[in-house]
Nanobody, 119 residues
Framework: QVQLVESGGGLVQAGGSLRLSCAAS????????MGWFRQAPGKEREFVAA????????YYADSVKGRFTISRDNVKITVYLQMNSLKPEDTAVYYC????????????WGQGTQVTVSS
């Protein structure tokens, strides 16, 4: 059974930092993308960042470029999202996902972790 377990969310002031983790288990992800989407209240889920498990190539939404960094640990099968210079508009539930494309369509999702940035 594939599981993605997120951790690291919380409350932070604007300008602060948080690091999210997503520990994966239950299969190999060699040909997968893994990363993060987020969903704010009343809004659709949107792409944040992803990493190719095989090549390490990274992809970011324009809104987070230069502030967020995605990385992976091949041994721990864990993906990280380092979030710096956080803004109130980054407030959302962040979902870890894994799939064969950048939409993670037909793939796997975690339960989500809340990130709240106060102004």
């Amino acid at each position: 059974q594939v599981q993605l377990v997120e951790s690291g969310g919380g409350l932070v002031q604007a300008g602060g930092s948080l690091r999210l983790s997503c520990a994966a288990s239950g299969r190999t992800f060699n040909n997968y993308y893994m990363g993060w989407f987020r969903q704010a209240p009343g809004k659709e889920r949107e792409f944040v960042a992803a990493i190719s498990w095989s090549s390490g190539s990274t992809y970011y939404a324009d809104s987070v470029k230069g502030r967020f960094t995605i990385s992976r640990d091949n041994v721990k099968i864990t993906v990280y999202l380092q979030m710096n210079s956080l803004k109130p508009e980054d407030t959302a539930v962040y979902y870890c996902g894994a799939g064969r494309n950048l939409r993670f369509a037909g793939g796997y999702w975690g339960q989500g972790t809340q990130v709240t940035v106060s102004s």
